[in-house]
C-alpha cells in the first residue's frame, strides 16, 4: 500500500474547548503526525506521533503527551468546557468565593470550639444528659426555623439572590458570634445557642437556594450539575458550612489543617480567640461582598429593570447588563420605593361592576393595572394570555407610574402626566394609567429593542410574580407581545 509523501498543510485539526488547537500531518510512513500543544498555554512544543490501528485512527499516546498537565489538573476543580460552558463572571465570582469559604472555615471553628466548651467538653462535672437535651432543644429550633423560613421568604429569593446570597452570609456571622459569645454568658447558655442555630437554619435555606439560583445563572451548556458539582470541590458549599462539619474540600481542608494550628494558639486566650473572630469576619464579608458585586446577571429584576429604566428616561440609552450590575444596590435592595405587585388576584383590586369597568377602560394589553396614588402601590391584575414580555411591559408600566411621583428628566409626554400628578386630585388616577398606557405602545417597543440590543435577556424574567391570574369579558381585544 503507497502512503502519501507528507504534505506541509494539515490534514486536520483538535482542540478542547476554547483551547489552542493543533494540526495534524500526514507523515511519509502514513503515519498521523500530531503537534504538541503550544508554548501559549502548556510551556513545551514539539511533535509526536500516532500510528494507524486506533480507534479513532492512531494509537492512545502517553498520557502525559497526549493530555496537558494543566489541562488535566483544571479540569478537576472547573467545570467541563471552560470557560466557554460557563458565564464570563465565573471565575471572579469563584476566586472571591473560595476565599470567604477560607474565612468562614476559620470562623466556624472558633464557634464550634466555644460551643462545645460551653456544653461542657472537657469539665468532668458536666452532665451527659443535660448536654443531650440542650443539642436536642438547639436542633428542634433550627428545623423549626428552616420550615417557617422556607415557606414565607422561598419565593423571593430568586428574584434578589444576590442580595439574599449577602445577607446569609452576614446572619452566618452573626450565629457564629452568638456561638462564641455563649459560654461567656453561661445562663443564658441554652437560649443564646438556639438562636444561634436558628439563625445557621435559615443561613442554610438562604445559601442553598440563592447558591441554585446563581448557578442557574453560571450555567451556559445546560451544565448544572457539573457547576455545582466543581463548586463543591472548589470548597464552596451549596449553603453556609454548619460550624461543627467541614466539606473534604480543597478551601475547607486548608481550612481545617489551619484551624488545628490555630486552635491551640487562641484557646486558652478568650479576647485572642475574639480578635481573631472579627479579623476573619472582616474578610469573610469583604470577600463575599466583592463575589457578589463580581455577577453580572442578564436577566431583569425589579432593581435592575429600574436602573435601566430611569437611565432610559433620562438618556433615552440602556444600560447594558455590567453597568446595571454594578449601579445595582445591594444592602437596601430588600425595601423599594414603589411597592409593585404582580399577579394580584382580581377579587382584591375591584368589588363591583363599575368598578371593573373602570378598570377595564383603556386596557388593550392582558393585564389590568390598578395604582394607589395615596400609598405610592401599583398592582397588576394578570390575564390567562400573559406572557414573559407581557410582564416585562406591566413592570415596566407599574414603574413608570412611580417615576411620575420622583424627580429627575422625564419624556415631554411624561413630564406633563407628572405635573398633572403633583397638581391634580387622586381620583385622577385611572386616567393617569390609561394615557400611561398610549405613551408605552410608542415607548416600550424601542425600550424592549433597547434590552435586547444591549444584551439582556427578555424571554424570561426574575421579576417576583404571583400565580394569580385571571380573565375580564368587559375588555376589549387584546393585543399581545
Known amino acids: 500500500m503507497a502512503y502519501v509523501a507528507r504534505s506541509e498543510a494539515p490534514l486536520c485539526s483538535e482542540q478542547f474547548g476554547s483551547g489552542t488547537a493543533r494540526g495534524c500531518r500526514a507523515a511519509a510512513d502514513g503515519s498521523l503526525q500530531w503537534e504538541a500543544w503550544g508554548r501559549r498555554w502548556w510551556g513545551f512544543s514539539g511533535a509526536f506521533t500516532t500510528k494507524p490501528g486506533g480507534r479513532d485512527g492512531g494509537e492512545r499516546v502517553a498520557p502525559g503527551t497526549a493530555v496537558p498537565p494543566l ?25 472571591w468565593d473560595s476565599v470567604q469559604a477560607f474565612a468562614s472555615s476559620l470562623s466556624g471553628s472558633l464557634a464550634t470550639h466555644a460551643v462545645l466548651l460551653g456544653i461542657g467538653v472537657g469539665n468532668a462535672k458536666a452532665s451527659v444528659s443535660a448536654a443531650t437535651a440542650t443539642w436536642l432543644v438547639k436542633d428542634s429550633t433550627g428545623m423549626l426555623g428552616r420550615i417557617i423560613f422556607a415557606w414565607w421568604m422561598g419565593s423571593k429569593m430568586d428574584c434578589n439572590a444576590k442580595q439574599w446570597r449577602l445577607f446569609a452570609d452576614i446572619l452566618n456571622d452573626v450565629a457564629m458570634f452568638l456561638e ?21 437554619c435559615i443561613v442554610g435555606v438562604a445559601g442553598g437556594a440563592t447558591r441554585a439560583a446563581l448557578t442557574m445563572h453560571q450555567a451556559r451548556r445546560n451544565n448544572m450539575a457539573d457547576v455545582s458539582a466543581k463548586d463543591g470541590s472548589q470548597g464552596s458549599p451549596p449553603a453556609p458550612i454548619p460550624s461543627a462539619i467541614f466539606q473534604e474540600t480543597l478551601v475547607s481542608l486548608a481550612g481545617l489543617l489551619v484551624s488545628l494550628l490555630m486552635l491551640p494558639l487562641v484557646s486558652d486566650c478568650p479576647s485572642l480567640s475574639l480578635g481573631c473572630f472579627f479579623l476573619l469576619t472582616a474578610l469573610h464579608i469583604y470577600a463575599n461582598y466583592r463575589a457578589v458585586r463580581a455577577l453580572v446577571i442578564e436577566t431583569l429584576n425589579e432593581g435592575r429593570l429600574w436602573l435601566v429604566l430611569k437611565h432610559f428616561l433620562q438618556r433615552g440609552e440602556v444600560l447594558g447588563p455590567a453597568l446595571a450590575n454594578q449601579m445595582e444596590p445591594l444592602w437596601t435592595g430588600f425595601w423599594p420605593s414603589l411597592s409593585l405587585s404582580l399577579g394580584v388576584p382580581l377579587h382584591r383590586v375591584t368589588s363591583s361592576v363599575f368598578e371593573l369597568q373602570k378598570l377595564v377602560e383603556g386596557h388593550q394589553e392582558p393585564y389590568l393595572l390598578r395604582w394607589d396614588l395615596s400609598q405610592n402601590q401599583v398592582q397588576v391584575v394578570l390575564s ?17 407610574l412611580g417615576a411620575l411621583q420622583g424627580d429627575g428628566a422625564l419624556p415631554g409626554e411624561l413630564e406633563g402626566l407628572r405635573n398633572r400628578v403633583r397638581a391634580g386630585p387622586e381620583k385622577e388616577s385611572c386616567v ?50
Open 71 to 95: 489541562s488535566r489538573l483544571l479540569a478537576v476543580f472547573l467545570p467541563q468546557g471552560f470557560p466557554d460552558s460557563v458565564s464570563p463572571d465565573y471565575l471572579p465570582y469563584q476566586l
Open 180 to 200: 462564641i459569645m455563649a459560654p461567656i454568658f453561661p445562663i443564658c447558655f441554652t437560649m443564646t445557642i438556639c438562636i444561634s442555630n436558628l439563625a445557621k
Open 384 to 400: 390567562q394570555m400573559a406572557g414573559p414580555e407581557t410582564i416585562l411591559r406591566a413592570a415596566t408600566h407599574g414603574l413608570v
Open 432 to 481: 393617569i394609567v390609561r394615557e400611561t398606557h398610549q405613551v408605552l405602545d410608542k415607548l416600550f417597543p424601542k425600550f424592549l429593542k433597547g434590552l435586547q440590543d444591549a444584551g439582556w435577556r427578555t424571554e424570561n424574567h426574575q421579576l417576583e410574580v404571583d400565580e394569580w391570574r385571571a380573565t375580564w369579558l368587559l375588555c376589549p381585544e387584546k393585543k399581545l407581545l
